[in-house]
């Protein structure tokens, strides 16, 4: 039972920043690239701030899995490795904690392109 109420908390965090990012892509003048970098500069604030780390931990992957976890794991690796290693921390920190996403999408990305056939516009 336990497992599902993490399945339930996980899906319903997850659709409402997915549902905020909607909204705003009909009723706003943003587009899509903007709404993008909005959420993960957002994950960046509130993992700064300690705010989106309760949240990551109430919701797991709900929280974690869509742009703004991005930003969260950005904030969050920087600052561990600043406290860790000094001001070097603020290039490694970063790129050592997203790293792993980051390739992630690139595999994927890879292995799509070896099944997708490109169209002529």
């Known amino acids: 039972m336990e497992i599902f109420l993490d399945l339930v ?3 319903t965090v997850g659709g409402l ?19 993008l ?18 949240l990551a931990e109430f919701a ?3 929280a974690t899995t869509p742009i703004t ?4 794991i950005l904030a ?5 490795a600043v406290a860790e290693e000094g001001l070097l921390g603020v290039i ?3 790129l050592c904690s997203a790293s792993v996403g980051i390739m992630a999408a690139v595999l994927c990305g ?3 392109s070896l099944f997708a056939k490109p169209k002529d516009k």
């Open 9 to 11: 908390k996980a899906f």
């Open 60 to 62: 797991g992957a709900g």
């Open 37 to 54: 970098v909005l959420f993960v500069v957002l994950g960046v604030v509130l993992g700064a701030v300690g705010v989106y780390e309760p």
């Open 69 to 72: 976890g991005f930003g969260y």
């Open 17 to 35: 920043i997915c549902v905020a990012g909607q909204l705003l892509i009909d009723f706003t003048k943003l587009t899509s690239g903007k709404v």
């Open 92 to 94: 490694k920190g970063p």
């Open 76 to 80: 969050k690796g920087t600052r561990d």
């Open 110 to 112: 890879l292995v799509a």
